[in-house]
């Protein structure tokens, strides 16, 4: 069994390396992601179907502006870019590193299982402790303002759907290799296109996205209520956050309110997928590299 990293003095330059990699795919992807990001979250806020919330947006009408721009589309930008900075440290290296995971655990019973539950397991601790980040953003998006946040309850409303936040990236994480696998192959099966070059992953990143998506959605649709409705379940505990935010959900939207938001969320997610597929390209050519 060969080692999953290189030697210290080796590990920190590749890190580095990833790091500034990632940064570069963060900052050209962020006008899209967060474009539809805004639109899910105002579909699931008001109730409103992919078209109308993109609608409504460009117009000013969310936002009581005056004029239609497409920079409405970009509110909550500066929080996209605390949030994927902040995963910048530990999703890159994570992304670059999972082929040379995937080594280690070769020729062991179910390796490919222990790398990816290892893989998805640490990103998904990591995306609990960055939670405050992601609450602003939504709370942005949905143009509600930290200061409606009761005195004394900030900290604790800025992690407010991090134990569902967590769950979801981690079904997210633990998805993205297996997806990535298994359109790699329907592609090379059923298509000339190379699975691994730009044009492969673009085509893939779409499957790949609904597959990550649509299972772990029921977390982010409650994650989401918790954050843009600080009130809820501040005034008793006797019911868990969830329950009051699933109630809350079904109330005022019935059980359609509860796929509000979701395509626009696979377009989104659709965009970071071609970046970590990229990523996990150039953790591939690597590991042959070290291997020659």
């Known amino acids: 069994m060969t080692s999953p990293t290189q030697s210290s003095p080796a590990i920190l330059p590749h890190m580095r390396q990833s790091i500034q990699t990632g940064g570069l795919i963060m900052l050209a992807q962020t006008p899209a992601v967060t474009a539809f990001n805004r639109i899910s979250v105002v579909s699931c806020y008001h109730d409103l179907p992919m078209r109308e919330a993109a609608r409504r947006i460009f117009r000013g009408t969310i936002d009581s ?30 992304i670059v590193f999972k082929p040379q995971l995937d080594n280690y655990f070769k020729h062991t019973p179910r390796g490919k299982l222990k790398s990816d539950l290892i893989f998805s397991g640490g990103l998904s601790l990591a995306e609990v402790i960055i939670n405050p980040a992601d609450t602003v953003r939504t709370m942005w998006q949905a143009n509600k303002k ?29 998805g993205f290799p297996a997806s990535e696998r298994l359109w790699s192959k329907a592609l090379e099966d059923t298509t000339p296109l190379d699975p691994h070059s730009i044009s492969g992953i673009v085509v893939k990143s779409i499957p790949q996205s609904f597959q990550i998506t649509v299972p772990v959605w029921f977390f982010e649709r409650l994650k989401n209520e918790l954050q843009y409705h600080p009130q809820l379940n501040e005034a008793g505990k006797k019911t868990s ?25 696979v377009w989104s997610n659709a965009v970071l997928v071609i970046g970590a597929d990229y990523l996990l390209e150039r953790g591939r050519q690597s590991s042959k590299t070290k291997k020659n």
């Not at 005022?252 to 509000?260: D, E, M, S, T, V």
């Open 65 to 94: 502006a005056t004029h239609p721009s497409t920079t409405h589309f970009l509110k909550g930008v500066s929080g996209h870019l605390v949030k994927e900075g902040a995963r910048l440290v530990f999703k890159a290296p994570g």
């Open 146 to 174: 930290i200061k409606q946040v009761e005195k004394g309850k900030l900290l604790s409303h800025l992690y407010k759907g991090a134990s569902a936040n967590g769950l979801r990236q981690f079904g997210i994480w633990l």
């Open 241 to 265: 956050r969830y329950v009051s935010a699933f109630r809350h959900v079904i109330h005022n939207q019935g059980w359609r309110g509860i796929f509000r938001g979701l395509t626009p969320k």
